[in-house]
């Protein structure tokens, strides 16, 4: 088991996510970073399905009640254990008893926290990632216990590899969406251009970006919206869709992000910069 | 069989949208769904993608990253082509029940009043029409229905509410609908619908799948509580019609 002494500001169990359920309505849900995630769970050699922690801006306090192998990648957050600093991107052993805890983010906003074996919180619609109410909870909170195997020996093929440093990238990677020939030269022009603000309203649904591009009045059937949608209100605002987004809806797709960039924008904060780049198929 | 032109769409690196003829129309919405039978049956790897059907739109995702769009289009329009007649999926009927007592329809008086009917005659206008449901989205189980009346029409809330309860049954523009769930909305709120639409504890989480048709009928506040109770445990027979193709 590991024992959450402190939560942080939102930590959820997240895997690969959920398939087969959209058309009944269930976001895909999974990492926001499934890039990094990957990376915690192949430093272990566990499963690419494998369930991690995904730690969002500031970290949770566990106490190991088992022992256990464990790694930790994506946005640097100043982790600790038992009060001495450790690396990021490295295989590390906890004894029972023993105290992880996160300080300062240095870097990108989302961290991932792979154990050996990965965490055994239930499984619901062939998925352990936290969304409510297909699960209980939709964040880790205080005094919960997760299911961890134990393990006393391991001896990892690679013990640390170093990362590569693409969380300060800007640069969002873009294919035209269904909707894209709705865009007018200026606003093109604009989103080619501009650089973008990180609005407030950014999480595991959407992310919102502040500038506007200017008002339309298209109306369409609602379809289907996939992680990294680029969708376009009828104020000109930019909400790009993320994991735990909708699987429908009615507002314009003007734009798809390239996988990786949906990596990239889930390590972007509130006011932190972006800016489009478009990729012609 | 009758054939559409189909406009066949990447949609990022993983998906493709397929679309059909830009209008709300049952002929449309049973075509895309025969479309997909076939694709299930007859494609090849076709456990690897998900199908999303929605009014004249079919959007397909890959379960692994990067498709050959080029190849894949192309044996989409062959597939779409050379789809034989085969059993369509069965349709069904469901018939819902809902409690329009005021406790739950906190808008039914107002509603009734900006359309100038009686409550009476709203319930009754409401229960009379059978809707299609056109796709399922925005929250897990939540129907998008078509077929309102237009003597039914109205203009959302101004403010949304904060909470709208599991099983409030709402009117909004050319909608009507559940919420699957508490959440916030900005629906006309009319009654409540004891039958949890999403469950899942559930292989199938939601018996409801798109191209089916919804019919409501009024209940009690006693059968409402009894049928709550059925639902919690498990016990409650849905009703349900075959629709004939």
Redesign the interface.
Same mark, same amino acid.
């Given at each position: 088991m590991l024992k959450v002494i402190q939560p942080g500001f939102f930590t959820t169990i997240q895997d690969t996510g959920r398939f087969g359920y959209r058309d009944k309505g269930v976001p895909v849900c999974g990492c926001m970073d499934n890039y990094s995630a990957s990376m915690a769970n192949s430093l272990l050699e566990n499963d690419d399905t494998d369930a991690v922690m995904e730690i969002t801006m500031t970290g949770p306090k566990l106490e190991f009640s088992t022992s256990s192998f464990f790694s930790i990648t994506g946005g640097e957050m100043s982790p600790t254990l038992n009060g001495i600093p450790i690396n990021s991107y490295e295989v590390h052993k906890a004894n029972e008893g023993d105290v992880l805890s996160f300080g300062k983010l240095i870097n990108g906003f989302r961290s991932y926290l792979a154990v050996k074996g990965g965490f055994l919180t239930e499984v619901k619609l062939k998925s352990r990632s936290f969304y409510k109410p297909i699960t209980d909870k939709n964040r880790i909170k205080e005094r919960m216990e997760i299911p961890i195997e134990k393990y006393t020996e391991y001896s990892p093929i690679i013990s640390h590899i170093k990362p590569e440093a693409w969380h300060d990238k800007h640069e969002l990677i873009v294919y035209k969406g269904p909707e894209y020939k709705l865009l007018k030269d200026d606003q093109l022009k604009l989103l080619f251009t501009n650089k973008f603000t990180i609005a407030k309203e950014n999480n595991r649904m959407a992310y919102q970006l502040e500038e506007l591009i200017g008002a339309h009045s298209h109306k369409m059937l609602t379809s289907a919206t996939l992680p990294g949608t680029v969708q376009l209100t009828p104020a000109g605002k930019l909400i790009i869709l993320m994991r735990d987004g909708q699987t429908t809806g009615g507002y314009p797709r003007v734009l798809q992000l390239a996988t990786k960039s949906i990596a990239l924008l889930s390590q972007k904060k509130f006011k932190d910069k972006v800016s489009l780049r478009p990729l012609k198929h | 069989m009758s054939s559409y032109s189909i406009s066949i +769409? =990447?949609?990022?690196?993983?998906?493709i949208?397929i679309?059909w003829p830009?209008e709300?129309s049952e002929a449309i919405l049973y075509d895309i769904l025969d479309f997909a039978a076939s694709f299930k049956l007859g494609f090849k790897d076709s456990g690897n993608w998900?199908?999303? =059907?929605?009014?004249?739109?079919l959007?397909l995702?890959n +379960?692994e990253?990067k498709i050959d769009?080029t190849k894949t289009k192309f044996l989409l329009l062959e597939c779409y082509k050379n789809r034989k007649a085969i059993s369509p999926p069965q349709r069904y009927l469901w018939k819902l029940p809902v409690c329009y007592d005021l406790d739950f329809g906190i808008d039914l008086e107002e509603v009734s009043t900006t359309l100038g009917k009686s409550i009476e005659d709203t319930i009754k206008a409401h229960t009379h029409h059978i809707y299609t449901v056109?796709?399922?989205?925005?929250?897990?189980?939540?129907m998008?229905l078509g077929g309102l009346p237009k003597e039914l029409e109205t203009l959302r809330k101004s403010v949304p509410r904060l909470q709208v309860y599991k099983g409030s049954v709402g009117l909004a523009g050319k909608q009507t609908g559940i919420y699957?769930?508490d959440s916030p909305g900005g629906w006309n709120i009319i009654g409540n619908c004891p039958i949890s639409l999403?469950n899942?504890n559930l292989e199938? =989480?939601?018996f409801v799948?798109?191209g089916d048709q919804i019919q409501f009928y009024a209940i009690t506040r006693a059968e409402y509580d009894l049928h709550r109770i059925e639902t919690e445990v498990g016990i409650y027979n849905l009703d349900k019609i075959k629709i004939d193709a």
């Open positions: - | +769409r =990447p949609f990022g690196e993983d998906a949208l679309e830009n709300v998900e199908l999303v =059907p929605a009014y004249n739109s959007t995702i +379960r990253n769009f056109y796709g399922i989205g925005f929250l897990p189980g939540f998008y699957p769930q999403f899942v199938n =989480p939601c799948s798109v």
